[in-house]
């Protein structure tokens, strides 16, 4: 009988979380480890197209993701004086996208999980190839336990400044590329005055560009406010 295949994913967000419930369905024994001490709520308006509606459907969470595309939705273009014109929308595109939340889909795939063994405020502070795997040391932050384990698998999904690739493949330095721009993005506590409540907008300026896309569903029934410097 052949030995169970094993694997550690770095990172409970939604690559991780992914990497992790295709690896089990493998039949790999996976353990994940998060360096948050809880898993992290809430994130930015994602649309799901043609690739990302399959993932999800392959993944078996399309039940448990709630779609939040409000019907009949109009997007418009506004001018400094205040003039407006149809525009396609970010949903309006072809394919049918779906609009979601990030943390809609990170609690779809959570609830999907299984049996994967999660560890939070731990993270891995040293990763040796041993050919055909790697000894992973990881630490935890909160009771300082440190432990040596080897892994088959090695899955680095821990965000843009990863301690995965900085350990295994050097500093950060190597591999971003600063592109000097900025999105932020809340929640509106009223719908903006003057237009329909499903119906989004785009207003630029000389500089910033503000886009508020209407989400639709608790806990997020009102407009998502996207200005982007």
């Not at 040796?128 to 680095?156: H, K, P």
Request: hydrophobic share 40%.
């Amino acid at each position: 009988m052949s030995r169970q295949r094993s694997a550690l994913v770095v990172g409970l967000g939604v690559a991780g979380m992914a990497s992790a419930i295709g690896l089990r369905r493998a039949g790999w024994q996976v353990t994940l480890i998060e360096r948050a001490p809880q898993r992290r709520l809430g994130g930015y308006f994602i649309g799901l197209f043609g690739t990302g509606l399959s993932a999800a459907k392959r993944l078996g969470v399309m039940a448990d993701l709630h779609t939040r595309t409000p019907k009949n939705a109009k997007t418009w273009d506004v001018t400094r004086a205040g003039d407006r014109h149809r525009i396609n929308g970010f949903l309006e595109q072809p394919g049918d996208p779906q609009g979601v939340l990030r943390g809609d889909i990170e609690a779809a795939l959570f609830e999907n999980l299984g049996d994967v063994e999660v560890r939070y405020g731990t993270v891995p502070t040293a990763i040796v190839d041993v050919g055909g795997g790697a000894i992973v040391t990881t630490q935890n932050s909160q009771t300082g336990e440190v432990r040596d384990e080897r892994f088959d698998l090695v899955v680095g999904a821990d965000g843009v400044r990863s301690t995965v690739r900085r350990l295994v493949f050097g500093p950060h330095e190597r591999y971003l590329k600063p592109l000097h721009a900025m999105i932020c993005a809340f929640q509106l506590d009223k719908q903006v005055p003057y237009f329909p409540v499903n119906d989004g907008h785009r207003a630029r300026r000389a500089g910033p560009l503000v886009v508020g896309v209407s989400v639709r569903g608790p806990p997020a029934d009102r407009p998502l406010f996207l200005p982007h410097p």
